[in-house]
């Protein structure tokens, strides 16, 4: 063991020595960049994105007039909150237990009011009687059966009156 610890300090006793007396071989070592520089960059950062978002189309915005906001609940006891930003109109803030994201409106061919956030992956898609939260790395849904009044009030209808299967087929019209 004192052979091993002794070759090992006549190896670095040099490099020890030289760095020593030359600070040239080890500069000093500088922070890339200053606490306010830092904050300045995140603040013109934050300005930037606010900037991109405020660039909705007319049919985005239109969908997401047609939200529903509120604390929603959701079948095995979860609510999902959801709320418009008062500072960027069409954009909202929806909360599930600790998951925060920050969604805007995508048209859709079918209808249906879809909001995405891209960097969770998430959409909340709401149907005239149900709404959920969808994760798309995760591919699955967060939760379901979240339901406005409004969604409430159109699933009961349902039950009354279901709407026809799309596999049966039409009733004849008489003329």
């Keep these: 063991m004192n052979k091993q610890l002794s070759t090992l300090v006549l190896f670095l006793a040099p490099a020890w020595a030289l760095a020593q007396t030359s600070p040239s071989v080890t500069p000093a070592l500088k922070p890339s960049a200053s606490r306010a520089e830092i904050k300045a960059k995140a603040k013109n950062l934050a300005v930037a994105v606010q900037a991109a978002e ?3 189309t007319p049919g985005e915005l ?3 007039e047609r939200v529903h906001v509120g604390r929603l609940p959701c079948e095995l006891g979860n609510w999902v909150t ?3 930003d008062p500072k960027a109109p ?5 909360q599930l237990n600790m998951i925060k994201l920050r969604m805007f ?3 859709t061919a079918t209808g249906a009011i879809r909001l995405e956030d891209h960097t969770a ?3 909340w898609l709401q149907l005239s009687n149900k709404s959920m939260l969808m994760s798309q790395k995760l591919g699955k849904r967060l939760a379901d059966e979240c339901m406005s009044p409004v969604q409430l ?3 009961e209808g349902l039950k009354l009156k279901p709407a026809a299967s799309i596999l049966e087929p039409a009733p ?3 003329p």
């Design 172 to 174: 004849a019209v008489r």
């Design 121 to 123: 992956g998430a959409v």
């Design 105 to 107: 409106p995508v048209e």
């Design 82 to 84: 959801l709320s418009a």
């Design 90 to 94: 069409g954009y909202f803030n929806v």
């Design 153 to 155: 009030a159109v699933a």
């Design 54 to 56: 405020a660039a909705l």
């Design 62 to 64: 239109a969908i997401a």
